[in-house]
């Protein structure tokens, strides 16, 4: 167990305390949090154990720009607990608006990893919700693999239509009953979003959106090599896999994206200048001029 947890097994009156939650910080709109690895690993684990609901989402330049150009879908992405910077421009925007001064990303894939192997050590169970049947027993089959420990206690990949109400209750009656801590969705955004926010209330787990994580876990998907990951270029790297269905997705969100960073830097440089000249002079200031 984790040291959060004091004893392995129980957790005490004075343990069951709210978890704290990274602060999120506004980029466009969208409450993103100033987080790492470890904070957002903990919290959500921590979460996890006592029993706390929540809703995590991992948020690129696509996510950003979507949530950011549709009020309802923002407003409900803004209740969420934890919003990582998934995108290394996600973060440069937060470094470069707010001076966060985070030296690296919350890539979902990433995390889900973090997330599986302390789960396993914790004796946290975990239910997958999202894909199709082949990515299915290929995902279980490789988280097994890497964590042997790791309870897997429920996988649905659900139709690709919306589902009936009857049906959505069943689901929200499995993944209950599972016993399950943690429930990874990989649907895609923002459909993932709107299936977290909609079963906040009903879900007893933390629900952690992860995206395209499911398909690369499952080796169905090829990630992009670390040096393009390092340097933004993930987007690269997947239109350059995927052309006929990322071209418009990357070429608006992208553009989009950089307008809105330049358009907010200016109005905070703007901000900046205007209460520069509205302080008075100092005295020392105006004595040294006359």
């Given at each position: 167990m984790f040291d959060f947890l004091g004893t392995a097994g129980t957790v005490t009156a004075a343990e069951r305390r709210p978890v704290c939650?990274?602060?999120?910080?506004?980029?466009?709109?969208v409450g993103v949090s100033a987080t790492?690895?470890?904070?957002?690993?903990?919290?959500?684990?921590?979460?996890?154990?006592?029993?706390?609901?929540?809703?995590?989402?991992?948020?690129?330049?696509?996510a950003i720009v979507t949530a950011s150009r549709d009020a309802s879908l923002r407003a409900?992405?803004?209740?969420?607990?934890?919003?990582?910077?998934?995108?290394?421009?996600?973060?440069?925007a937060l470094n470069l608006l707010h001076g966060t001064r985070l030296a690296d990303r919350v890539y979902g894939?990433?995390?889900?990893?973090?997330?599986?192997?302390?789960?396993?050590d914790a004796g946290i169970p975990i239910y997958l919700y999202?894909?199709?049947?082949?990515?299915?027993?290929?995902?279980?089959?490789?988280?097994?693999?890497?964590?042997?420990?790791l309870q897997?206690?429920?996988?649905?990949?659900?139709?690709?239509?919306?589902?009936?109400?009857?049906?959505?209750?069943?689901?929200?009656?499995?993944?209950?009953?599972?016993?399950?801590?943690?429930?990874?969705i990989g649907l895609g955004c923002p459909k993932q979003d709107l299936f977290a926010y909609e079963h906040r209330d009903s879900l007893k787990v933390v629900q952690v959106c992860v995206g395209a994580a499911f398909d690369f876990h499952a080796g169905v998907k090829k990630m992009a090599p670390a040096w393009m990951q390092r340097r933004g270029l993930e987007w690269l790297y997947r239109l350059s896999q995927e052309p006929g269905r990322l071209w418009r997705r990357y070429l608006v969100t992208n553009v989009l994206f950089?307008?809105?960073?330049v358009t907010a830097f200016a109005r905070g440089r703007?901000?900046?200048?205007?209460?520069?000249?509205?302080?008075?002079?100092?005295?020392?200031y105006l004595g040294n001029s006359m």
């Open positions: 939650w990274p602060r999120k910080l506004d980029l466009f709109g790492n690895y470890d904070e957002a690993t903990t919290a959500i684990l921590q979460a996890a154990v006592l029993g706390i609901s929540g809703v995590v989402t991992c948020h690129a330049v696509h409900k992405v803004n209740t969420f607990e934890l919003v990582t910077p998934d995108g290394q421009p996600v973060r440069w894939p990433e995390l889900m990893q973090r997330l599986c192997r302390g789960a396993a999202g894909g199709n049947p082949d990515v299915a027993d290929r995902l279980q089959a490789n988280l097994l693999r890497l964590y042997p420990k897997i206690v429920g996988y649905e990949a659900p139709p690709f239509r919306p589902l009936l109400p009857e049906e959505d209750q069943a689901v929200v009656e499995r993944i209950n009953r599972s016993g399950a801590g943690l429930v990874f950089l307008m809105q960073l703007r901000a900046r200048t205007a209460d520069i000249a509205a302080k008075p002079m100092s005295q020392n």
